[in-house]
């Protein structure tokens, strides 16, 4: 069973386009998490849920939206995609402050 | 402002040898360090935690020291195997929830 697993992989979309990634954790974790990695390679924080509720929200523009309707799903809307939309998205559950995050295996968003 | 420097964006060395990646971090008072590895297409995996009261953690042939006073944080890989390169990350908990990452270095294991 895969720990965290979020769909799709890949996702290519046109401009203006509104597009969700989901993720889902079997590791009854209390905080999901959703992180963007760029073109070289660096990791931003953007959204943490915790017990369904947002903890954390980064500056991020707010055609981003996280959706979370239990403690095992964080959901990723997305509207009027642009261009430098394009990243991959990593999903993440931890439990504790002071053990390590478990991220699922990224979405790869292009907007052509 | 705050920030997270690793020592370098790529590291290569000789098989057998110890790898040793370096973490600095300024305007920061993290509560613990973590190091995470991600190979390519997949996502981080966690590695290591050590507290700020912790000096050094070990586990199998990885190691882990943290110096609050430097402000750095050095991971090392002894005895390297090729299957240890990858790109290694450290990340520091400043808050409750919040895990800051480095931009990476990628370690390559020559055989």
């Known amino acids: 069973d895969t720990a965290v697993s979020q769909t799709p992989k890949y996702l290519v979309t046109q401009m203006g386009n509104d597009k969700s990634i989901k993720c889902e954790q079997n590791?009854?974790?209390?905080?999901m998490y959703w992180y963007k990695q760029d073109s070289k390679k660096f990791l931003k924080i953007m959204f943490s849920?915790?017990?369904?509720?947002?903890?954390i929200n980064e500056t991020v523009p707010n055609r981003f939206s996280p959706k979370s309707p239990d403690k095992a799903h964080l959901n990723l809307h997305i509207n009027s995609l642009e261009l430098g939309d394009s990243a991959v998205y990593f999903c993440?559950?931890?439990?504790?402050?002071?053990?390590?995050?478990?991220f699922g295996s990224g979405t790869r968003l292009t907007v052509v | 402002s705050q920030k997270i420097e690793q020592n370098s964006e790529a590291l290569n060395i000789q098989e057998g040898k110890t790898a040793t990646l370096t973490c600095n971090y300024t305007n920061y008072s993290p509560a613990y360090l973590q190091w995470y590895r991600q190979d390519p297409g997949r996502g981080p995996v966690f590695l290591l935690l050590?507290?700020?009261?912790?000096k050094e953690k070990r586990k199998e042939r990885l190691k882990v020291t943290f110096d609050t006073t430097l402000k750095q944080s050095l991971f090392h890989i002894t005895a390297s195997q090729p299957a240890d390169s990858a790109t290694y990350l450290c990340?520091?908990?400043?808050?409750?929830?919040?895990?800051?990452f480095g931009s990476g270095t990628q370690l390559t294991v020559l055989p």
């Open positions: 050590i507290r700020e009261n912790e």
């Open positions: 849920y915790n017990n369904k509720e947002l903890i």
């Open positions: 990340a520091l908990a400043l808050s409750s929830r919040q895990l800051t």
């Open positions: 993440a559950s931890s439990q504790d402050d002071q053990y390590g995050y478990t």
């Open positions: 590791l009854g974790h209390d905080t």
